[in-house]
Nanobody, 116 residues
């Protein structure tokens, strides 16, 4: 059984930083690409934020480019999202995602709130 467990959310003043973690169990983590999505208040759809491949190539949505960094530690089966220079528009529930042809796996989400 594949499980994803996020942690690290919270409330922070604009300009501050947070680091999210997502621990993965039940699969060979090092072979997996991993993604972060977010769902802003009042929005029905989750928005893709970033992807890291098994080769450590990283991709970002333009709005977080230069502020967010995705990283992975295969020894800990964990993917991280370092978020710097946070803005109120980054307020959302952040979800860790493991893409799979048989159906993606999702974490439970972790809340990030950015206030002015």
């Amino acid at each position: 059984q594949v499980l994803l467990v996020e942690s690290g959310g919270g409330k922070v003043q604009a300009g501050g930083s947070l680091r999210l973690s997502c621990e993965v169990t039940g699969t060979i983590f090092s072979r997996q690409a991993m993604r972060w999505y977010r769902q802003a208040p009042g929005k029905k759809e989750r928005e893709w934020v970033t992807t890291i491949t098994s080769d450590n190539d990283a991709y970002y949505i333009e709005s977080v480019e230069g502020r967010f960094t995705i990283a992975r530690d295969n020894a800990k089966n964990t993917v991280y999202l370092q978020m710097n220079s946070l803005k109120p528009e980054d307020t959302a529930i952040y979800y860790c995602n493991l893409p799979d042809t048989g159906g993606d796996y999702w974490g439970q989400g972790t809340q990030v709130g950015v206030f002015t």
